[in-house]
């Protein structure tokens, strides 16, 4: 009588466990979210133009300075050197025209970016680094901020007045 | 000898009850059924399963999913309460995370009666989040939940998983 009576509870039990409704299980639903980022550069200058004054003639001449502001958005930054690229269309006679990066404000947290020497580089017709990039946290693979680069022109010659235009091209690469 | 012998089983098996071949005897048992309360959550994504694809996002753009619809079904008048939280942050195979208020949410009112509790554009919080709230009498309803993910601030490049739930909650 004991045993049946056991036996009995048993089945009660395991049933509470196993043999309810399916639904009743069914207190919440786990639902799965997905998302793929595009790799994507912005790549904002704040002038779309800009001059540069001589105020003498002579050689070793250096013209006013000229600071422009730059804005990079990049989530796919493998590259950490010459990040920042720039040329210029045609070579100038007896005029060199020299940049720097000045500063970098990061919005990010991830990489930011700095100045590559600490001097000026001489533009050619041919791309030339003027920023590497510095890991801050995690792979570094967003870079966030502001950049400014400062122009100026140097006289490598004396130079007869007037007027000289060169197109400048600045290029963010992350890879 | 013989006769003797067919004649003693005659007599036995006239004198057997005849009760054994005919008549019938009849039980009667009680038997009860038992119906739970049963009140279930289902959700459903645009490819019929619970996944919602919040799609491909760029640097700077807001990027709306598509809706996932919330159906519950229910056979008792007990109010419920439905909440959100996430059982695994979304995050991509190459450690990239979603950024702090990346992910945003918006429920739609029951289209049986039940009220949103998250009725515009509210950042989806790490924790248990109180959503959608039942009619009085609670009942079978359904409403759509929306994610927007956020462009402004910038994102990892590559694929990105999560998963959340949806729990019941009776009062």
């Not at chain 1, 196993?18 to 639903?29: H, K, L, S, T």
């Not at chain 2, 029951?110 to 509210?122: E, K, M, R």
Request: net charge negative.
């Amino acid at each position: 009588m004991r045993a049946k009576f056991f036996l009995a509870f048993l089945a009660w039990a395991v049933c509470q466990f196993y043999c309810r409704p399916a639904a009743a299980d069914g207190d919440g639903v786990d639902v799965v979210l997905h998302l793929s980022s595009q790799s994507a550069i912005t790549f904002t200058s704040s002038q779309s133009s800009f001059n540069l004054t001589l105020s003498d003639f002579a050689a070793g001449s250096v013209s006013d300075t000229a600071q422009i502001a730059y804005s990079v958005t990049a989530n796919d930054v493998g590259r950490i050197q010459d990040n920042v690229m720039v040329r210029m269309d045609v070579l100038m006679d007896g005029i060199a025209l020299e940049t720097r990066m000045d500063s970098f404000s990061s919005r990010g947290t991830q990489a930011h970016l700095v100045s590559k020497g600490s001097g000026f580089v001489t533009l050619n017709t041919f791309d030339q680094g003027v920023a590497d990039k510095v890991t801050d946290q995690g792979d570094g693979k967003i870079v966030d901020g502001d950049m400014i680069l400062s122009y100026h022109a140097r006289a490598m010659a004396d130079l007869a007045a007037g007027q000289h235009e060169a197109t400048v091209t600045v290029t963010f690469v992350d890879n | 000898m013989l006769k003797r012998i067919l004649l003693f089983l005659m007599t036995v098996v006239m004198t057997l009850p005849l009760k054994l071949f005919a008549d019938a005897d009849t039980k009667t048992l009680p038997l009860t059924f038992y119906i739970q309360p049963v009140t279930a959550v289902r959700a459903e994504g645009a490819a019929g399963s619970a996944s919602v694809e919040l799609g491909r996002v760029l640097p700077g753009v807001d990027q709306q999913a598509e809706a996932l619809k919330v159906t519950i079904r229910t056979n008792s008048e007990q109010r419920y309460k439905i909440f959100h939280r996430y059982l695994s942050s979304i995050t991509s195979a190459g450690g990239g995370q979603m950024p702090e208020g990346g992910l945003r949410f918006m429920v739609s009112g029951g289209s049986a009666g039940g009220q949103s509790a998250v009725q515009s554009w509210t950042e989806v919080p790490e924790g248990r989040a109180e959503i959608f709230n039942s009619g009085d009498s609670g009942g079978a309803d359904s409403f759509t939940l929306n994610y927007l993910v956020s462009g402004k601030k910038p994102l990892e490049a590559g694929d990105y998983f999560g998963q959340v739930r949806l729990e019941i909650e009776q009062n």
